[in-house]
């Protein structure tokens, strides 16, 4: 595993070259919505005592703000909420769905593989808490500019989730970037 994430960084800094911007002071505010799939204990079917439990996708959206530290390196939080949906059924004739909204807040540090005014191609990776729990997170982000104030992007993403049974949750999702200031 180690290995393959290793190879994916190298090809990655091949394919993007060298960024053209400079990031330094810029910052912005991006908006998004995504789809979430857990894998692991946590999101495991659990079956006994004649009781099925399933854990759904999830259904997510946040926020982030982001600030320039260095020319190709970004700080910034991020603010999401999803929505998770597990259903329950018995063998003595009753069942249940239940949908519960979590609030994860998480500390990002976006690395800009490449970065011009028409796109960009940045690496994620941060902690956060995962409504509560610790957990850590590394993806991707692909930005494509629509205006000179809105760049569309898609981010996928793998959360680490080091909750008691702990997870993973692979996240997929697509929103929008703006500036702040200059």
Known sequence: MKKAILITCVLLLGVAGVSADDLTGRMTVSGYV????????????????????????????????SYGVKENLMVGGELYFQSIKSEVKSDFGGSASESDMNTNVLGNVLYAFNHTSEKALFGIAGLGLYDGDLGLHAGIIYQTAVSESITLFGMPRLHALFTDPSGFMLQLSVGATFPIGN
Do not use: C, H, K
Request: aromatic content about 22%.
């Open 34 to 65: 995504g789809y979430a799939l857990g894998f692991g204990d946590a999101f495991e079917d659990y079956e006994g005592f004649g009781t099925e439990v399933s854990v759904g996708p999830t259904i997510n959206f946040g926020g982030q703000f």
